[in-house]
Protein backbone atom coordinates (compact mmCIF):
# COMPACT_ATOMS: atom_id res chain seq x y z
CA UNK A 1 0.00 0.00 0.00
CA UNK A 2 1.14 3.24 -0.76
CA UNK A 3 2.00 6.22 1.18
CA UNK A 4 1.39 9.63 0.96
CA UNK A 5 2.94 10.88 -2.72
CA UNK A 6 3.50 13.91 -3.75
CA UNK A 7 5.15 15.67 -7.07
CA UNK A 8 7.20 17.32 -8.19
CA UNK A 9 10.53 16.43 -5.26
CA UNK A 10 11.82 19.84 -6.35
CA UNK A 11 10.83 23.04 -8.13
CA UNK A 12 12.59 26.15 -9.10
CA UNK A 13 10.03 28.95 -10.18
CA UNK A 14 10.51 32.95 -10.57
CA UNK A 15 8.82 35.50 -8.56
CA UNK A 16 5.60 36.62 -10.58
CA UNK A 17 5.05 33.31 -11.41
CA UNK A 18 2.32 30.29 -10.97
CA UNK A 19 2.88 26.94 -9.76
CA UNK A 20 0.82 23.53 -9.00
CA UNK A 21 1.88 21.07 -6.81
CA UNK A 22 -0.08 17.33 -6.67
CA UNK A 23 -0.77 14.87 -3.69
CA UNK A 24 -2.01 11.73 -3.70
CA UNK A 25 -3.26 10.52 -0.24
CA UNK A 26 -2.91 7.25 0.78
CA UNK A 27 -5.56 4.49 -0.18
CA UNK A 28 -9.23 5.08 1.41
CA UNK A 29 -8.40 8.31 3.17
CA UNK A 30 -10.38 11.37 1.77
CA UNK A 31 -9.08 14.08 3.52
CA UNK A 32 -6.15 15.71 2.28
CA UNK A 33 -4.40 18.98 4.16
CA UNK A 34 -1.84 21.04 2.63
CA UNK A 35 1.09 22.53 5.32
CA UNK A 36 3.67 25.51 4.46
CA UNK A 37 6.97 24.89 6.26
CA UNK A 38 9.89 27.50 5.91
CA UNK A 39 13.27 26.23 6.52
CA UNK A 40 14.00 25.75 10.54
CA UNK A 41 10.25 26.23 11.75
CA UNK A 42 7.18 23.94 11.93
CA UNK A 43 4.75 23.35 9.41
CA UNK A 44 2.12 25.62 9.05
CA UNK A 45 -1.57 24.66 7.63
CA UNK A 46 -2.83 26.30 4.33
CA UNK A 47 -5.71 24.43 3.86
CA UNK A 48 -7.88 21.17 3.87
CA UNK A 49 -10.02 19.62 1.57
CA UNK A 50 -13.13 17.18 2.07
CA UNK A 51 -15.22 15.60 -0.41
CA UNK A 52 -13.48 18.18 -3.24
CA UNK A 53 -14.32 21.38 -0.83
CA UNK A 54 -12.02 23.62 0.91
CA UNK A 55 -13.42 22.41 4.47
CA UNK A 56 -11.30 25.08 6.71
CA UNK A 57 -8.37 27.60 5.98
CA UNK A 58 -5.22 28.35 7.95
CA UNK A 59 -3.81 32.50 7.47
CA UNK A 60 -2.90 32.02 4.37
CA UNK A 61 -3.85 34.82 0.98
CA UNK A 62 -5.91 34.44 -1.68
CA UNK A 63 -2.67 33.88 -3.46
CA UNK A 64 -3.02 29.93 -2.27
CA UNK A 65 -5.89 27.68 -3.71
CA UNK A 66 -6.21 23.85 -4.28
CA UNK A 67 -8.67 21.65 -5.35
CA UNK A 68 -9.91 17.91 -4.68
CA UNK A 69 -10.65 15.69 -7.18
CA UNK A 70 -13.35 12.55 -6.96
CA UNK A 71 -10.75 10.19 -6.23
CA UNK A 72 -9.28 12.44 -3.38
CA UNK A 73 -6.23 13.06 -4.66
CA UNK A 74 -5.47 17.02 -4.89
CA UNK A 75 -3.92 20.35 -6.45
CA UNK A 76 -2.24 23.36 -4.62
CA UNK A 77 -2.06 26.30 -6.42
CA UNK A 78 0.25 29.00 -5.97
CA UNK A 79 0.01 32.73 -7.86
CA UNK A 80 2.13 35.28 -8.15
CA UNK A 81 4.89 33.61 -6.34
CA UNK A 82 6.75 35.94 -4.39
CA UNK A 83 10.28 34.91 -2.70
CA UNK A 84 8.79 34.21 0.76
CA UNK A 85 6.89 31.46 -0.82
CA UNK A 86 9.88 29.21 -0.73
CA UNK A 87 9.41 26.31 1.29
CA UNK A 88 8.83 22.89 1.50
CA UNK A 89 5.22 22.28 0.93
CA UNK A 90 3.60 18.97 2.40
CA UNK A 91 0.24 17.24 1.80
CA UNK A 92 -1.43 15.09 4.31
CA UNK A 93 -4.04 12.56 4.55
CA UNK A 94 -6.40 11.25 6.54
CA UNK A 95 -9.48 8.74 6.47
CA UNK A 96 -12.93 10.21 7.60
CA UNK A 97 -13.12 10.55 11.24
CA UNK A 98 -9.33 9.30 12.38
CA UNK A 99 -7.35 11.86 14.53
CA UNK A 100 -4.01 10.92 12.67
CA UNK A 101 -2.39 12.37 9.79
CA UNK A 102 -0.28 10.40 7.34
CA UNK A 103 2.23 12.85 5.26
CA UNK A 104 4.11 12.91 2.02
CA UNK A 105 7.91 13.71 1.66
CA UNK A 106 6.45 17.08 0.67
CA UNK A 107 7.57 19.17 -2.77
CA UNK A 108 10.87 21.60 -1.93
CA UNK A 109 9.92 24.93 -3.78
CA UNK A 110 12.68 27.53 -4.86
CA UNK A 111 11.31 30.77 -5.48
CA UNK A 112 14.06 32.92 -7.47
CA UNK B 1 -3.50 32.29 17.97
CA UNK B 2 -2.53 29.42 20.54
CA UNK B 3 1.22 29.06 20.11
CA UNK B 4 3.03 25.93 21.26
CA UNK B 5 6.86 26.96 21.88
CA UNK B 6 9.53 23.70 21.85
CA UNK B 7 12.64 24.09 23.65
CA UNK B 8 15.50 23.64 22.93
CA UNK B 9 15.60 24.61 19.97
CA UNK B 10 18.82 22.57 18.64
CA UNK B 11 20.57 19.39 20.96
CA UNK B 12 23.71 17.93 20.13
CA UNK B 13 24.81 15.16 21.63
CA UNK B 14 26.71 11.77 22.31
CA UNK B 15 25.38 8.52 21.33
CA UNK B 16 24.65 7.14 25.03
CA UNK B 17 23.56 10.16 26.58
CA UNK B 18 19.51 11.05 27.55
CA UNK B 19 17.77 13.95 26.82
CA UNK B 20 14.58 15.48 27.36
CA UNK B 21 12.44 18.09 25.01
CA UNK B 22 9.26 20.01 25.86
CA UNK B 23 6.33 21.44 24.39
CA UNK B 24 4.67 24.71 26.19
CA UNK B 25 2.02 26.69 25.76
CA UNK B 26 -0.37 28.97 27.64
CA UNK B 27 -3.33 27.81 26.20
CA UNK B 28 -4.94 24.01 27.84
CA UNK B 29 -5.25 21.86 24.68
CA UNK B 30 -7.64 18.81 23.99
CA UNK B 31 -4.76 16.49 23.12
CA UNK B 32 -0.87 16.79 22.04
CA UNK B 33 0.62 14.79 19.13
CA UNK B 34 4.52 14.51 18.66
CA UNK B 35 6.05 14.14 15.62
CA UNK B 36 9.67 13.29 14.16
CA UNK B 37 11.11 14.24 10.59
CA UNK B 38 13.67 13.39 8.80
CA UNK B 39 15.50 15.59 6.50
CA UNK B 40 13.91 15.10 2.85
CA UNK B 41 10.63 13.17 4.26
CA UNK B 42 7.67 14.59 5.63
CA UNK B 43 6.72 14.27 9.38
CA UNK B 44 6.01 11.11 11.12
CA UNK B 45 3.59 10.59 14.09
CA UNK B 46 5.05 9.32 17.17
CA UNK B 47 2.24 9.65 19.85
CA UNK B 48 -1.22 11.41 20.78
CA UNK B 49 -1.43 12.06 24.10
CA UNK B 50 -4.58 12.92 25.15
CA UNK B 51 -5.24 12.59 29.59
CA UNK B 52 -3.57 15.39 31.99
CA UNK B 53 -0.87 13.71 33.26
CA UNK B 54 -0.65 10.67 30.93
CA UNK B 55 2.90 8.92 30.55
CA UNK B 56 3.34 6.41 26.89
CA UNK B 57 6.09 5.11 26.26
CA UNK B 58 7.52 4.24 22.55
CA UNK B 59 10.71 2.01 23.10
CA UNK B 60 13.65 4.12 24.58
CA UNK B 61 10.88 7.28 24.39
CA UNK B 62 8.75 8.52 26.98
CA UNK B 63 6.26 11.23 26.46
CA UNK B 64 4.28 12.87 29.48
CA UNK B 65 1.24 15.26 29.17
CA UNK B 66 1.22 17.65 31.95
CA UNK B 67 -1.62 17.58 34.53
CA UNK B 68 -2.98 20.83 33.21
CA UNK B 69 -2.69 20.00 30.04
CA UNK B 70 -0.66 22.93 28.79
CA UNK B 71 2.71 21.46 28.42
CA UNK B 72 4.23 17.98 27.44
CA UNK B 73 7.79 16.38 27.11
CA UNK B 74 9.77 13.94 25.55
CA UNK B 75 12.33 12.38 27.43
CA UNK B 76 14.76 9.76 25.17
CA UNK B 77 16.68 7.01 26.74
CA UNK B 78 20.35 6.21 25.72
CA UNK B 79 20.20 7.79 22.44
CA UNK B 80 21.18 6.79 19.18
CA UNK B 81 22.53 8.28 15.99
CA UNK B 82 19.27 7.30 14.64
CA UNK B 83 17.28 8.89 16.81
CA UNK B 84 18.65 12.34 15.05
CA UNK B 85 15.99 14.31 13.36
CA UNK B 86 13.54 17.48 14.37
CA UNK B 87 10.69 16.72 16.94
CA UNK B 88 7.67 18.59 16.48
CA UNK B 89 4.59 19.24 18.46
CA UNK B 90 1.49 19.73 17.12
CA UNK B 91 -2.11 20.02 18.37
CA UNK B 92 -5.56 20.04 16.57
CA UNK B 93 -7.10 23.05 16.07
CA UNK B 94 -10.03 21.14 14.99
CA UNK B 95 -11.48 18.72 11.88
CA UNK B 96 -7.06 17.79 11.97
CA UNK B 97 -5.74 20.96 11.33
CA UNK B 98 -2.75 20.77 12.81
CA UNK B 99 -0.88 23.82 14.79
CA UNK B 100 3.08 22.90 14.80
CA UNK B 101 5.49 24.18 17.16
CA UNK B 102 8.73 25.62 15.72
CA UNK B 103 10.63 21.96 16.78
CA UNK B 104 13.96 20.26 18.40
CA UNK B 105 16.54 19.79 15.98
CA UNK B 106 18.37 16.61 17.63
CA UNK B 107 21.68 15.44 16.22
CA UNK B 108 23.09 12.41 18.13
CA UNK B 109 27.15 12.04 17.45
CA UNK B 110 27.99 8.24 17.09
Not at chain 1, 27 to 32: R, W
Not at chain 2, 2 to 21: A, C, H, R
Not at chain 2, 79 to 98: E, I, K, S, V
Amino acid sequence: DAGVTQSPTHLIKTRGQQVTLRCSPKSGHDTVSWYQQALGQGPQFIFQYYEEEERQRGNFPDRFSGHQFPNYSSELNVNALLLGDSALYLCASSPSGAFEQYFGPGTRLTVT
Amino acid sequence: TQLLEQSPQFLSIQEGENLTVYCNSSSVFSSLQWYRQEPGEGPVLLVTVVTGGEVKKLKRLTFQFGDARKDSSLHITAAQPGDTGLYLCARDTGRRALTFGSGTRLQVQP
